[in-house]
């Protein structure tokens, strides 16, 4: 990345990069792809089972990785370390989890349905176009 700059600002690498934000909401199941807990379900399951520290870290493990994805995007996309500043890094990583947890609290819950229509169609769309913009060498 050195050489040539972060991905991003290649035209063929920009749907890939909303593939990939789009994906990190559904990955840490965060809502609106947080199918699992959903209201129905909360009396059988993760949020029953657990309480107290396996809750607690249940919970952390998400929150890790979401600091992992955000971090790997990041990494990829943005720049990375290329940039010669860790302090630069660390803000792209917390604007980027805090744009997804902007988007986890503005969303609603979809019914799995969706979820897979929304993946197969939107992001599925988004990477193919992606690879065909990157064949081509465009």
């Known amino acids: 990345q050195i050489h040539n700059g ?8 920009i749907p890939a990069a909303i593939a990939f934000l789009m994906t990190i909401p559904g990955e840490t199941g965060n809502p609106p792809f947080d199918a699992a807990e959903a209201e129905t379900e909360i009396c059988e399951g993760l949020l029953a089972e657990y309480s107290g520290a396996p809750l607690g870290i249940f919970k952390l493990s998400h929150a890790v990785k979401m600091l992992t994805l955000t971090s790997m995007f ?34 609603a819950r979809l019914k799995i349905e969706q979820i897979f229509k929304y993946y197969w169609t939107v992001v599925t769309g988004l990477a193919l176009i992606s690879l065909v913009l990157a064949w081509y060498g465009l």
């Open 74 to 107: 990041v990494a990829l996309f943005l720049g990375g370390i290329g940039t010669g500043l860790l302090v630069v890094f660390a803000l792209c990583v917390v604007l980027t989890a805090v744009s997804i947890s902007f988007v986890h609290a503005v969303t």
């Open 6 to 13: 972060s991905l991003i600002l290649h035209p063929s690498m």
